[in-house]
């Protein structure tokens, strides 16, 4: 077993998750009885029987131009293909098919800006909004496979711009709001976007953040960006460059924004969106996913897992610009013709109210949310969410890194009342959907995303492939693919096929990159990743992008950054630097700043130490283990891989 699987497993962990694996809770009766799927084992059997036969039947529930001719297409693996030859657009299912019904005037979404505004858009309303999008995207000659690039906060128009553009089979990158300069001229390179949709600025706790001034020098720095297209959201001062840059609500008021446009007939295996996500090296990779099978995949388990109802009024708290917000803000919920909430500010702001006071204002039913946001409202105590009425809440979601049993036991109690299950949904942007997660009728563990849903194969092996033993770490794989899947990393198959398949591939097992173990029950207790992947405050950051944007600070010669435990954000960044000679030493504030700007807040290092050598391998592999132990002031262990 690699290094990182034992040393990623601290102490504390281990204490934890013994402990909790005694502790279950039940889910109540009146949960079980109300919901979409009642028997878990059958459908499990079901899948594993005949897992074409179960996709199929699921992807029956959609609309489609024209019927597959075969489910699943193996003879490329790993390049899987599903529904193969069927045509479809996933904006029909999320959007045409329910302004024939009667959901055409039901809400699709509820939106309060952090300044208290307040906007409502029925299904019809969002499909009129989309169509007048989508012919602007036309205008500015858009056409089927080109990429969008869209950056902006949590508004409307970031999901309105998503749908327009897989509306008229263009393909969309949407890089998060919280990315700064580096990171956004380095994903529209990659994806070489011709249009970029941004907005003036954002609200973020009371101030605004200048969006368009770094969209700006990212479209420097990359080339390719024809068009800049600009949501007015904040309305503060910014540069327009005549003839690029163009504002939404002009180009909206012309007659080329009809409301009427044609849905794009796709394949099923057309590629849907390109999210990029970081990897173990090098920049980060373009997970592909397709117009299909993710249809089927989002739509089927946020059914399940949350039991999505025609009364609820769900509300994932997540940023549409992460996968978490692609797949169940955007597509999972429309598909289903639900009702969604979304809120552009961060939970604390003004006050620590902020959330439980919306949960009452609008009646939420589902509430899905991090670990870090969870632990970060825990810590202002229980007297904020006990001032407001949280009846509504059925049921409770939780994503993004393990969960620790104190936070887990915290939400179950004071914000479900002991009365809504606590769904801990293991997935990942490459999986496009929940994949070990409880089904509101499973019994849970607090720290346990529990089992596989029907239709995945998840197993827990060693270096050999052999599956483990209760409780003994191993790497966690998926055995079968599955309609969500990635289908290949943007412009580089190679790398796909290197990062998920060389390990265990041969077999046609998915590695995820995560360290787990089973304990006797069968509960899966996912530890954490193997690779260079750090998970702040649940935001997925490679390694590599973090010291690239501080080795590009003229005085930093060489950098390696670790994650190490923080009681809020679940890991924080620690960076070692080597200082250039001859150039001025930095403060450690200065370089932060450096990275802000490259990359964006969320990569911020909270450490940042000078050091005159790094520990590493005879081969030149940075020894992270071994940084890890000196942060924390650990024995170093084993150093006889050490550079002599
Ligand atoms: C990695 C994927 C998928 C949405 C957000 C994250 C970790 C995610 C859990 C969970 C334990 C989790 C894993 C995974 N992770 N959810 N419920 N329990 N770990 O997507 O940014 O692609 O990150 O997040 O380490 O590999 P992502």
């Not at 409307?156 to 711009?161: G, H, R, W």
């Not at 969209?215 to 297209?229: F, I, P």
């Not at 403060?587 to 990359?599: A, G, I, S, Y």
Request: proline share 6%; hydrophobic share 40%.
């Amino acid at each position: 077993m690699s290094d990182h699987l034992h040393d990623e497993l601290t102490k504390e962990r281990e204490a934890e998750i013994l402990a909790a694996e005694r502790e279950v809770y039940y889910p109540p009766a009146e949960v079980v009885a109300a919901a979409h799927v009642k028997d878990y084992q059958s459908l499990y059997e079901q899948a594993v029987n005949d897992l074409e036969g179960f996709w199929a039947e699921r992807a029956q529930e959609l609309e489609w131009y024209a019927p597959w001719e075969k489910v699943l297409d193996e003879s490329k693996a790993p390049f899987y293909q599903w529904f193969v030859g069927a045509k479809t657009n996933i904006v029909h299912n999320a959007l045409d098919r329910h302004l024939k019904t009667w959901r055409r005037n039901k809400l699709a979404l509820i939106w309060e800006g952090e300044n208290g505004e307040h906007r409502t858009l029925s299904y019809f309303a969002l499909g009129r909004e989309v169509n007048k999008f989508a012919n602007v995207l036309k205008s500015m000659g858009v056409r089927k496979g080109d990429r969008v690039t869209i950056y902006m906060g949590r508004i409307p128009e970031l999901i309105i711009a998503m749908l327009a553009t897989a509306k008229i089979g263009a393909i969309h990158s949407v890089v998060y709001g919280g990315f700064s300069t580096e990171a956004l001229a380095d994903r529209i390179e990659d994806a070489r976007s011709k249009v970029l949709v941004t907005a003036d600025g954002g609200w973020l706790r009371g101030k605004t953040v200048n969006l368009k001034d770094i969209a700006d020098e990212a479209v420097r720095r990359s080339g390719y960006v024809e068009h800049v297209l600009v949501v007015k959201r904040t309305g503060q001062p910014v540069n327009m460059q005549t003839s690029r840059d163009f504002w939404l609500h002009d180009l909206l008021a012309l007659p080329i924004a009809s409301q009427k446009c044609d849905t794009e007939v796709m394949d099923a295996e057309d590629p849907l969106f390109i999210l990029y996500t970081s990897g173990t090296t090098g920049r980060p990779k373009g997970v592909l996913h397709t117009h299909g099978g993710y249809q089927v995949y989002v739509s089927t388990t946020l059914k399940w897992v949350f039991d999505i109802k025609d009364e609820d009024r769900y509300w994932c708290a997540a940023d549409p610009g992460w996968i978490t917000g692609h797949s169940y803000i955007v597509y999972g919920p429309l598909i289903l013709g639900a009702t969604s909430f979304m809120y552009e500010g961060g939970p604390d702001y003004p006050f620590p109210n902020r959330w439980w006071q919306m949960i009452e204002k609008y009646g939420i039913t589902v509430l899905y949310t991090a670990p870090t946001a969870i632990r970060g409202l825990m810590r202002y105590g229980e007297s904020w969410p006990n001032r407001y009425d949280l009846s509504s809440l059925r049921l409770l979601g939780s994503v993004g890194e393990p969960i620790n049993p104190e936070a887990w036991r915290w939400y179950y109690r004071v914000i479900g009342k002991e009365r809504c299950p606590i769904m801990d949904t293991w997935w990942q942007t490459e999986t496009g959907g929940f994949m070990i997660s409880p089904l509101p009728i499973t019994p849970l563990k607090p720290g346990s995303a529990t089992r596989p849903l029907p239709g995945i194969v998840a197993d827990v092996v060693d270096e050999e492939g052999n599956s483990c033993k209760p409780n003994e770490d191993g790497y966690l794989v998926i055995k079968r693919p599955w309609p969500g899947m990635l289908r290949t990393v943007y412009g580089d198959p190679d790398r796909y096929v290197q990062q998920y398949w060389s390990k265990f591939g041969h077999k046609g097992w998915y590695l995820a990159g995560d360290s787990a173990r089973r304990d006797e029950d069968g509960y899966i207790w996912v530890i954490g990743r193997i690779d260079d992947v750090i998970k702040v405050a649940g935001y997925r950051l490679g390694t590599a992008e973090i010291e690239s944007a501080l080795v590009s600070h003229p005085a930093v010669a060489e950098a390696a950054v670790i994650g190490v435990p923080d009681e809020i954000k679940g890991h924080a960044i620690h960076a070692f630097c080597i200082p250039r000679a001859g150039v001025p030493l930095p403060t450690e504030e200065e370089l932060k700043q450096h990275v802000r700007k490259e990359m964006g807040p969320i990569a911020v290092p909270a450490r940042i130490e000078f050091v005159s050598v790094l520990p590493k391998t005879r081969s030149g592999k940075i020894m992270r283990r071994v940084l890890r132990a000196r942060a924390l002031g650990q024995p170093e262990g084993d150093l006889s891989t050490l550079e002599a």
